[in-house]
């Protein structure tokens, strides 16, 4: 059975299965419902949930390292909430063989093939993971200071902090690179590894997009050069600074740009881009579980457009597996926004040229 085919049957069924898996890891251990109770169980469940999920996207993209890579993060995320690596992998153990029994014979040796390679490697994987905010990098420090500004619930210091970089002569575009981008990253890491809670992950992104709006006088105004560019995310993906960076990149090298945000339909994305006359579409994904999505929006807009748009795509999930972008149908990949704008120059040259 084709791996795309076996993703499918397994999104059709992922609260089934994993209900499956919670059985029988709970069977097998009895002692684990009365350490554990009801909520336990829940979360069991809720876990299983997101494997097989992360699992179908792998094999719709017919890329088994999509799954290794979320194990690996598991192994990060679960191991700072004290579950050890050998219940993950017994869990996914329990996984593979409810899968084998409740599949068609002809997909075991597809599940196999993914599962069996992300436990094969899951004692490799790390258990903490490095800084994203790099002593490397320039401006390092203002970085450092503007994330903890924003941690401690400071924004208007750290919306001073930036305001004052850019009196000082430090461009707009470094700021976005070596502050906000590896800010966000850092504040990634530090929810994966338990330090901060979902609401301090929001605090912090809402607040980075309030002041990257104070920096707008300094990115529009300048001349354009015709070429117009609309940025929005997978659907259901909630993860949107990254797409709007991007637009104000663009914006920085004279493009026009129609940020779109989150959640937006598909047939209201396709009218924007025939209203707007696009030129490049930009689309972000953050979590893995998105991937097959954003290729079913690129497959439409393919038809819809008949070659004549060029398509780049940029989020995590690209960053992680080599080619993936090439998988989904995409024109090119962007590791981050100044990225973007040399991938989007390429594909699309200005008025005249």
């Known amino acids: 059975m084709p791996s795309r085919q076996v993703g499918e049957a ?6 089934e299965l994993a209900a499956a898996v919670v059985r029988c890891h709970f069977d097998l251990h009895p002692a684990l419902a009365q350490a ?8 069991c469940s809720e876990d299983s949930a997101y494997h097989i999920k992360y699992l179908a996207e792998a094999l719709g993209v017919g890329q088994p390292e999509l799954f290794a890579d979320y194990v690996a993060w598991a192994k990060v995320m679960l191991a700072a909430r004290k579950i050890a690596a050998s219940d993950l992998a017994e869990n996914l153990r329990v996984l593979w063989d ?3 029994a409740e599949l068609p014979a002809d997909a075991q040796a597809t599940i196999a093939r993914y599962v069996g390679a992300a436990l094969e490697r899951i004692q490799q994987y790390p258990n903490e993971l490095t800084d994203e905010i790099r002593d490397d990098e320039p401006h390092y420090q203002l970085a450092r200071r503007y994330l903890q500004s924003l941690l401690r619930g400071e924004r208007q210091t750290a919306s001073r902090l930036i305001m004052d970089a850019v009196g000082s002569g430090i461009p707009v575009q470094e700021l976005y690179s070596f502050v906000f981008e590896r800010s966000q990253q850092e504040i990634g890491r530090l929810w994966q590894l338990n330090r901060i809670s979902v609401a301090h992950e ?6 980075t997009q309030l002041i990257m709006a104070q920096l707008y006088p300094y ?13 929005a995310c997978a659907i259901g993906e909630l993860h949107e600074l990254g797409a709007r960076m991007i637009c104000d990149f663009l914006e920085m090298d004279g493009w026009n740009t129609t940020y779109l945000g989150a959640n937006v339909p598909l047939r209201d994305l396709i009218r924007m881009l025939e209203e707007r006359g696009a030129g490049l579409l930009a689309l972000s994904a953050t979590m893995t579980f998105h991937i ?3 290729r079913q929006t690129i497959e439409t807009v393919r038809k819809t457009f008949e070659g004549k748009l060029k398509i780049v795509v940029g989020g995590y999930a690209f960053r992680r597996v080599e080619n993936l972008w090439r998988e989904i149908g995409a024109d090119g990949f962007a590791r981050d926004a100044r990225q973007a704008v040399t991938v989007a120059s390429q594909l699309v040259r200005p008025e005249g040229q």
């Open 219 to 231: 990115i529009f105004g300048g001349e354009k050069t015709g070429r117009h560019a609309v940025a």
């Open 98 to 100: 409810v899968l084998v």
């Open 202 to 207: 929001h605090y912090c992104t809402a607040a």
């Open 292 to 294: 097959n999505d954003l």
């Open 10 to 15: 397994l999104t059709a069924r992922v609260q």
């Open 36 to 43: 554990y109770g009801a909520s336990g169980r829940l979360r």
